[in-house]
């Protein structure tokens, strides 16, 4: 398997909590390099942007405001297989469907409030990279 990149979120609900250092530290328990990272407080039209691909979805509007309602935490991640392995990490996106020690189980809120994100797709963690940082951030 090939070394991927991949974005992850920390979500507002999580800097909320005080909890970005635990979470961070399971990026690198994982084995994740953090080529990347920075913490921003989005703008309403940033998360309608990011979360572009949703907006046709009855939740997108909830979705875009919740997203910008505090900081966020984004980070360009890099290991093998990072796409699908970050995924396995969060566990589901219903918090109530993921697996026990996941971090969607261990500290999400809700469907909504649910800590963190990862790009589900090489292309679209290009995308998501991208929209974040640049090619000289992440190299
Ligand atoms: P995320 O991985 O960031 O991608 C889109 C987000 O929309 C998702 O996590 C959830 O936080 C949020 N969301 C809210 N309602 C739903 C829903 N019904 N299905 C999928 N995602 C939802």
């Not at 953090?34 to 009855?58: C, G, N, S």
Request: aromatic share 8%; net charge neutral.
């Amino acid at each position: 398997m090939a070394v991927q990149k991949t974005l992850a979120i920390i979500k507002p609900d999580a800097t909320a909590r005080n909890i970005t250092g635990k979470i961070i530290s399971r990026i690198e328990e994982e084995e994740f390099t953090i080529k990347a990272m920075k913490r921003l407080h989005l703008t309403l039209a940033d998360a309608q942007r990011f979360y572009a691909v949703h907006k046709e979805r009855p939740f997108y509007k909830d979705l875009t405001a919740f997203m910008c309602s505090g900081p966020v935490v984004v980070l360009c991640l890099e290991r093998e297989d990072a796409i699908a392995k970050w995924r396995e990490v969060m566990g589901a996106t219903n918090p109530a469907n993921a697996a026990e020690g996941t971090l969607r189980k261990l500290h999400a809120v809700d469907l909504e409030k649910n800590s963190v994100h990862g790009s589900d797709a090489p292309e679209t963690a290009a995308v998501e990279t991208a929209f974040f940082f640049s090619g000289l951030e992440m190299a």
